[in-house]
């Protein structure tokens, strides 16, 4: 039991109390045990949303070929934890996401009303060309523009060091573990 409490605590970064008691709900199933408490993560990371993130980081990260660079404004709370080396190992972590994925937004909101109409026109000439009938075109349209703006937004990409998670998610489970409030505040990519 304490060995599996071990790995849990590893893999999540949870407490030990936490890891018990997520452990007893769980029957002993230690992936359960996972989920529980990634989902106390993120009712932990609901109720700090709120919360002001005027602290934080600025990283950068350059490959290894010197031909792409990227910066990621990392906010938080306090600058207690804005000097936290969790904290500044997230911002390193999304900046060679950045790197490795361009996404061109931080939130799917964030994709302009026009870049997608532009893929709708395109989308709606291909589903009339497979004669898809009308009522069904729209709804296809509606899952498209989902899957288009979440591709092109930095927190619903999934995660290029764990592709099981999506960069919000990671970010989630460090607020759970830290604390406090974490949001990108801003993006940037270069490459030659």
Known sequence: MLELIKKIRERT????????????EAGGDEEKCIEILRKAGQSKAAKRAERK?????????VHSN???????????????VARNEEFINLGKDIAMH?????PKVIKPEDVSAEIVEKEKE??????ANEKKPAEMIEKIMVGK???????????????????????GDLIIEK??????NIQVGEISRIEI
Do not use: H
């Open 122 to 127: 395109i989308w709606r000439e291909q589903l």
């Open 145 to 167: 523009e989902k899957k288009f703006r979440e591709d092109l937004a930095l927190l619903t990409q999934a995660f290029v060091k764990n592709p099981e998670m999506t960069v």
């Open 13 to 24: 970064g949870a407490g030990v109390v936490a890891v018990k008691k997520a452990l007893d």
């Open 53 to 61: 993130a005027s602290e934080g980081v600025v990283v950068s990260y």
């Open 66 to 80: 010197n031909r792409v660079a990227t910066l990621v404004k990392l906010l938080c709370e306090t600058d207690f």
């Open 175 to 180: 607020i759970g573990k830290i604390g406090e």
């Open 98 to 102: 950045v790197a490795a994925m361009d």
